[in-house]
C-alpha cells in the first residue's frame, strides 16, 4: 500500500509521468534494498560514502557490506543489522526509484517530508505509513474524531484489497450530509448502532470494482454491474456484523440497495473515504447510527 | 443427478455459487430471485437440495425456510449467509436448515457441506 500511495503521490507532483508509474510497480515485483541505500536510511554512511563504495564494487569482485567494513565505513555487526531491512517496503520502494534513475532516496525523502506535511502526519503517523501495514495506514486517512469508524473502513479497505485490487489508494476522509454521486449500492444494518455502508462513484469509475469481484466484463456500470458492488458490500456487511456478535451485538442486515442513476448519497451525516481503485476514484461511504439513502 | 435450487436476491451471488456447484460435478441447478420465488420454483421443481439466501427482500430466507419445511419436512435447505447473524442462525435451527453456509463462497466448504448432504 505504501508503494501505490507515494507513487500515485509523485504522479501527481509531476515527479513521476504514468508510464514510469506503472513501469515502477513491474520493477517492484523483483527489486530488494540493496544494502548502500540501507546503510544511508539508517544514517550510517552518506549517499555520497554509499557511491563511492558501489563504484569500487564495479572494479572489485567484493560484496557492499564486506567493502564497506573494509574501509572503515560500517562494522560487521552494523552489516548484519542492515541485512535485516532488505525487505522493508519503504526501502524496497526507494530502490525501485533508484534502479529506474527516477531519484535517490534522499530526493524520496524529501518528498515524503512534504507528503507529511500536506497531510498533516506526525512522524509516528509517517513510520506507521513506511511501515506497510494496512492496519496501520487506514486510520491515518481517517479524521481524529473517528474511532467508532476505525474498525469498519478497515474492514472495507482490507476486504476490497483482497477482492478486487491489492494496490488499492486511500485518500483523506471527510464529513458530509450529502454527496454527489451518478450511482452506487448501499446496505443498511440494524443494531445498536445501525450501520449504512456504501460504494459510490460516476461515470464508469466502479467498473473494475464490479468486474473485478463479480468475475464477470461489464460492458459499463449496469445493474448487472451494481449487483456485483451490492454482493460486495453484503460481504463486508457480513463480516462486520460477524465482528460485533462475538461482543453479543446482534445486526439485522437488509437486502443491498443499489441505482444506476442517481444525483446523490444522503440522509445524515456520513463519512466518506475517497478510494483510487485501479486509477479510478471511488468513494467508500459509511454512516454509524442512521440510514443513508440514494437521492 | 441431483437437483439444486438456489434462492438468492442477488444476481452476482447465484453466478458465483452456480459456478462452484458445477465445478463440484452439479450441473441440473435452478434459480430463484427471492424467498416468495424460491417457495413458489421448491413446489414446482422438487429439488434435492436448496441453498437458500438469508438477506432477501419479499421473503426473508427464514420465511422460506419455514414455508418449505412446512410443505416438505424432509427439504434439505442450506443457508446462505454473509453473516454471523445469531438470532437468524438461532431460528433457522428451529425451523430445520440443514447446514450453513458463509459467504464468500468457499469451493472446499461448498463441496464438503452439498456433498454430504446428498451422497
Ligand atoms: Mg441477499
Not at chain 1, 534522499?106 to 512522524?123: H, I
Not at chain 1, 445501525?194 to 445493474?223: H, Q, W
Not at chain 1, 451494481?226 to 439485522?252: H, K, P, Q, V
Amino acid at each position: 500500500m505504501i508503494a501505490n500511495i507515494v507513487a500515485n503521490y509523485l504522479v501527481n507532483k509531476g515527479k513521476i509521468s504514468v508510464e514510469q508509474y506503472s513501469r515502477l510497480f513491474d520493477e517492484l515485483t523483483r527489486v530488494r534494498a540493496k544494502l548502500g541505500l540501507i546503510a544511508v536510511h539508517e544514517g550510517f554512511m552518506t549517499e555520497y560514502q554509499a557511491d563511492s563504495i558501489n563504484l569500487l564494487q564495479s572494479t572489485i569482485d567484493m560484496r557492499f557490506g564486506d567493502l564497506a567494513v573494509e574501509k572503515g565505513l560500517l562494522t560487521a555487526s552494523q552489516v548484519q543489522e542492515l541485512l535485516k531491512h532488505q525487505g522493508d517496503p519503504y526501502l524496497s520502494l526507494a530502490q525501485a526509484l533508484e534502479n529506474m534513475g527516477i531519484m535517490k532516496l534522499t530526493d524520496l525523502d524529501l518528498m515524503m517530508k512534504k507528503y507529511q506535511a500536506e497531510n498533516e502526519l506526525s512522524s509516528s503517523n509517517l513510520e506507521a505509513l513506511k511501515s506497510d501495514e494496512i492496519d496501520r495506514i487506514v486510520p491515518l486517512f481517517l479524521p481524529p474524531d473517528a474511532d467508532d469508524y476505525v474498525d469498519v473502513m478497515l474492514l472495507a479497505v482490507k476486504t476490497i484489497s483482497r477482492c478486487v485490487d491489492g494496490n488499492i489508494i486511500p485518500i483523506k476522509a471527510y464529513y458530509t450530509d450529502r454527496l454527489e454521486v451518478q450511482n452506487g449500492a448501499l446496505q443498511f444494518a440494524d443494531g445498536n448502532p445501525c450501520v449504512t455502508i456504501a460504494m459510490c462513484g460516476d461515470g464508469n469509475s466502479l467498473l473494475k470494482m464490479a468486474s473485478t469481484y463479480g468475475r464477470e466484463e461489464f460492458p459499463c456500470v449496469n445493474m448487472d454491474a451494481l449487483d456485483a458492488i451490492a454482493e460486495l458490500i453484503n460481504c463486508i456487511t457480513g463480516m462486520y456484523a460477524t465482528a460485533l456478535s462475538a461482543n453479543r451485538i446482534d445486526m439485522e442486515l437488509y437486502p443491498p440497495e443499489f441505482d444506476d442513476s442517481v444525483e446523490s448519497i444522503g440522509g445524515a451525516e456520513m463519512l466518506v473515504l475517497p478510494l483510487v481503485v485501479g486509477s479510478k476514484s471511488v468513494n467508500l461511504c459509511v454512516c454509524l447510527g442512521e440510514r443513508l439513502e440514494f437521492e | 443427478m441431483a437437483k439444486i435450487l438456489i434462492v438468492d436476491d442477488s444476481r452476482t451471488s447465484r453466478r458465483m455459487l452456480r459456478a462452484v456447484l458445477e465445478e463440484i460435478g452439479y450441473t441440473e441447478i435452478e434459480e430463484a430471485v427471492n424467498g416468495e420465488d424460491g417457495f413458489i420454483k421448491y413446489k414446482e421443481i422438487k429439488p434435492d437440495l436448496v441453498t437458500m439466501d438469508i438477506t432477501m427482500p419479499k421473503l426473508d430466507g427464514i420465511e422460506a425456510l419455514e414455508l418449505i419445511k412446512k410443505y416438505d419436512a424432509d427439504a434439505k435447505v442450506v443457508m446462505i449467509s454473509a453473516a454471523g447473524q445469531r438470532e437468524k442462525m438461532f431460528k433457522a435451527i428451529k425451523y430445520g436448515a440443514a447446514e450453513f453456509i458463509t459467504k464468500p463462497y468457499e469451493k472446499n466448504e461448498v463441496e464438503k457441506i452439498v456433498k454430504g448432504l446428498l451422497d
